[in-house]
């Protein structure tokens, strides 16, 4: 498959936290076409793909994947969405497509997951 438009992103976040990947300008402006966007993660020697969501251009809703629903926030106007409630398994390679007669178009997303660090407390032995 050739794309006409091809981006990459790097991402950082905090575990716990949200992030919003953006994968397309205007998605909206396309009258036409399916948005599908894959998870390629690694846990171990194990890497799997996964369908994160399926959205055919014009129609309401899109369709998640039940592990992400509760964790993600689609927006059909520009294609990104918010991923909520990070944990370390999320960090990896995220590919959003757009198939159209109009484009073709793939942004990458390599996301990695910052573990949270204590705060550090400081003790004095002054007597």
Same mark, same amino acid.
């Given at each position: 498959?050739?794309?006409q438009?091809?981006? +990459?992103?790097?991402?950082?976040a905090?575990?716990g936290?949200?992030?919003r990947m953006f994968?397309?300008?205007?998605?909206s402006?396309?009258t036409?076409?399916?948005?599908?966007?894959?998870f390629y993660?690694?846990?171990g020697?194990t +890497?799997?793909?996964?369908?994160?969501?399926? /959205?055919r251009v014009?129609?309401?809703?899109?369709?998640?994947?039940?592990?992400y629903?509760?964790?993600i926030?689609?927006?059909?106007?520009?294609?990104s969405?918010?991923?909520?409630n990070?944990?370390?398994?999320?960090?990896?390679? /995220?590919?959003?497509?757009?198939i159209s007669?109009?484009?073709?178009m793939? +942004?990458t997303t /390599?996301?990695?997951?910052?573990v949270?660090?204590? +705060?550090?407390?400081?003790?004095?032995n002054?007597s």
């Amino acid at each position: 498959e050739q794309y006409q438009d091809e981006r +990459t992103q790097n991402l950082t976040a905090a575990m716990g936290g949200s992030v919003r990947m953006f994968a397309s300008d205007s998605l909206s402006s396309y009258t036409n076409g399916v948005w599908k966007c894959t998870f390629y993660g690694s846990s171990g020697n194990t +890497t799997s793909d996964v369908a994160i969501l399926l /959205y055919r251009v014009g129609k309401e809703n899109a369709s998640i994947t039940d592990i992400y629903k509760d964790r993600i926030d689609f927006n059909t106007s520009d294609g990104s969405f918010l991923f909520k409630n990070l944990s370390e398994k999320d960090k990896g390679k /995220y590919i959003c497509c757009l198939i159209s007669n109009q484009i073709h178009m793939m +942004t990458t997303t /390599y996301l990695q997951i910052q573990v949270n660090v204590s +705060t550090p407390q400081i003790i004095s032995n002054s007597s």
